[in-house]
């Protein structure tokens, strides 16, 4: 016998839900002047599925939109329109992670709309509908201490997370640190007390790292792994594990930082300075950031960890809010290799190996790496730029070599013949791609290039010439990614951040052309170059077995001292303290607002005239675009700066600067972000 389901009744029919019949929507739509929640009325058919935090449709200026159910409420001085339909009754946005959301976007001048997006991921409603029965949440014992024993106040780190308690702390690992296995003993202390944690890593290469040896302490039932190289699906249905409370331990890269993970007890990031932490989309919140406002709200322990440390993480230790979690210098030194600072233009090295200036490797380097092989370690060869010559330059007068069509710089590629076993290195342009074999420089007429900067494919080619008979691997620079590098000798060549750990270490780190990673017009150039050295030079042994690593930098810069004796701690004190003196971010807080130059001016003076005390820098013109499609319209950047307690006021100011042009339709975009990751 079938039983027939109850009709639904006509629109004009509906009535409105018995008990609080009043539901505050926050709408999909990305409109400064319309952040906020609406008022909808529940219909009686939709009360037992409208819950806070589920999935909506709604009738919003004559369409239909989507949108989150943030609470229900008994009245509304407003006539209301209808919930037109409840999505699916999965409360997908918890109140913690709304909380956070509403916190991000007004930190960052942002639209509450668009950080939503960011937490939350897209309904797979086949996945939704896949029932799994919630097993027993893994509780793990408490790790062994003594892997954090090694550094001052880790012991009393991992008891704190043992005991839930929020400690807030930043880790600097000692040289060849395994810390994947230091963040697996934290999030097993924290699982330990029944709380959860969220580990965020810039890449998919160190989420496999750390998911691996979270797997080995927690079984592959106790955590669960985010990310975005996973398909709609997949995704989804991993988010939908953490949502629904089945793991409590959470591995991810950037939109994992707001996984909706059940009582919060460790929040955690890995290498902070890291640029893949910044989203690159509005309002453009940074994972260490958002973190941070995170275990505030939630009462959970913050790690801020890395071989480097950021000057924002300087901050946290100096405001007293954080505490350092380093080791003793005598720990330190060792474990540490050495490391050996030379200068490219040395002219002793120089005047010993004639061929060092061909081969941009100095005599000690040739040794260091020669020592390696005979000991049957790999050496590693850190190359900043990929590509086979990437930049050149006038032979005769050094100017920079541009292309005749689009003015782009030009560099060298390799481009293969049919019948050539070599085939030469053509002059392309960097920016439209045009090749330029006649060049003739505009300045002084030569036809001769010279090498700006050589880059991974070109060093594989001089290392492969210079040690003969040893394999040369490249990792990065175009080529795959290694995930790891066999224990014996060999030559692995990567740009920075594609260092693949070997087997039992390297025996050598050369670190090649220091000048162009410190030549680069950023704020952060020197925090950046240090932090991709360490990175490099962690994976070395340490100086007791023969461990060398060698930089072709100019021996008396800070940058390169503080390399020198591993004290990343004092470099990011400095940084720190240089800031504060020239006034720039973390020591301010600074938005740089880019547009045309009408939209520019508008948004300045109204943040002007509603808060006192800003300053304004610029503003200047902007490069429009380095791929070529630049629409040829004149843009500016302006930079506007207060003290940090004015910090809140500006972000306010320029969301109502956004939002009155918004009301008015105003044609031009304009792009506003908040503690800018670069400024050039």
């Known amino acids: ?70 609470e229900r409420v008994a009245d509304s001085e407003h006539r209301l329109a209808w919930v037109e339909k409840v999505v699916s009754p999965e409360p997908a946005l918890t109140p913690e992670v709304a909380a956070l959301c509403r916190t991000v976007a007004d930190r960052y001048a942002g639209v509450f709309a668009d950080v939503v997006r960011l937490a939350v991921p897209p309904r797979h409603a086949r996945v939704e509908k896949e029932v799994r029965e919630p097993g027993p949440v893994p509780q793990p014992a408490a790790p062994d201490p003594a892997g ?141 950031d958002v973190l941070v406002v995170r275990a505030h709200a939630a009462g959970a322990a913050l790690l801020v960890a890395g071989f480097a440390r950021t000057a924002e993480a300087q901050l946290l230790v100096e405001t007293g809010w954080a505490r350092e979690v380093v080791a003793e210098r005598g720990v ?183 000048w162009a990673m410190l030549s680069r017009p950023d704020l952060r150039v020197a925090e950046e170059t240090l932090r991709r050295w360490l990175a490099a030079a962690a994976l070395v042994v340490p100086h007791t077995a023969g461990g060398r690593v060698v930089i072709t930098a100019d021996a008396g810069l800070p940058v390169v001292q503080d390399l020198v004796r591993w004290d990343p701690a004092h470099h990011a004190a400095a940084e720190l303290a240089a800031r504060a003196e020239v006034g720039f971010p973390p020591a301010v807080r600074m938005a740089a607002v880019e547009g045309v130059p009408v939209a520019v001016g508008e948004v300045v003076d109204d943040v002007c005239a509603a808060l006192d005390g800003v300053e304004v820098l610029g503003p200047v013109e902007i490069e429009p675009s380095r791929d070529g499609t630049g629409d040829g319209v004149e843009r500016e950047r302006a930079l ?9 006021a500006l972000a306010a100011a320029l969301h109502a600067a956004q939002g009155a042009r918004a009301a008015r339709k105003a044609p031009d975009p304009v792009r506003v972000r908040l503690d800018p990751v670069a400024i050039e």
């Open 148 to 288: 954090w024993a090694r550094y001052r106040h880790g012991a009393a780190l991992l008891d704190a997370l043992a005991g839930g308690r929020a400690a807030h702390a930043v880790w600097q690992a000692l040289p060849g640190e395994s810390w994947v296995a230091r963040l697996a003993e934290a999030a097993a202390a924290t699982a330990s007390a029944g709380r959860g944690a969220l580990l965020v890593v810039p890449d998919q290469r160190d989420v496999d790292l750390l998911h691996a040896a979270l797997v080995e302490r927690l079984g592959a039932d106790g955590v669960v792994a985010l990310t975005a190289e996973l398909g709609p699906a997949e995704r989804y249905r991993r988010w939908l594990t953490v949502r629904r409370g089945h793991v409590r331990v959470v591995v991810g890269t950037r939109s994992a930082a707001f996984a909706p993970i059940a009582e919060p007890g460790l929040l955690a990031v890995w290498d902070d300075g890291d640029d893949l932490h910044a989203e690159p989309r509005a309002p453009y919140p940074h994972v260490r």
């Open 1 to 70: 016998m079938t039983t027939a389901r109850p009709s639904t009744p006509a629109k004009g029919e509906w009535r409105p839900a018995a008990d609080r019949p009043v539901a505050r929507v926050a709408v999909d739509v990305p409109l400064a002047h319309l952040d906020r929640v609406f008022d909808y009325r529940v219909p009686e058919q939709f009360d037992a599925d409208a819950r806070p935090g589920v999935r909506v449709r709604v009738r919003f200026a004559g369409r239909l939109v989507d949108g989150f159910l943030l």
């Open 640 to 648: 506007l700066r207060v003290p940090r307690a004015q910090g809140r």
């Open 332 to 514: 330190v030194r060792d474990v540490m290799p050495r490391v050996v600072a030379l200068s490219e233009g040395d002219g002793a090295v120089l005047a010993r190996d004639p061929d060092a200036r061909a081969a941009r490797l100095p005599h000690i380097a040739f040794d260091a790496a020669r020592a390696a092989l005979a000991a049957d370690r790999p050496v590693l060869v850190q190359v900043p730029r990929s590509g086979y010559v990437p930049w050149v330059s006038c032979g005769q007068c050094r100017e920079t070599a541009r292309c005749r069509h689009c003015a782009g710089p030009l560099g060298l590629r390799r481009s293969a013949g049919p019948d050539t076993a070599d085939p030469p290195a053509l002059p392309h342009c960097r920016w439209c791609g045009r090749p330029d074999p006649a060049f003739r420089c505009p300045n002084c007429g030569s036809r001769r290039l010279r090498a700006g900067v050589v880059g991974a494919g070109r060093t594989a080619e001089e290392l492969g010439r210079a040690f003969p008979g040893v394999t040369v691997r490249a990792s990065g620079g175009g080529a795959p990614v290694l995930a790891g590098v066999p224990a014996g000798p060999g030559l692995v060549v990567a740009t920075p951040g594609a260092e693949p750990p070997a087997e039992g270490g390297y025996g050598a780190a050369l670190l090649l052309d220091g």
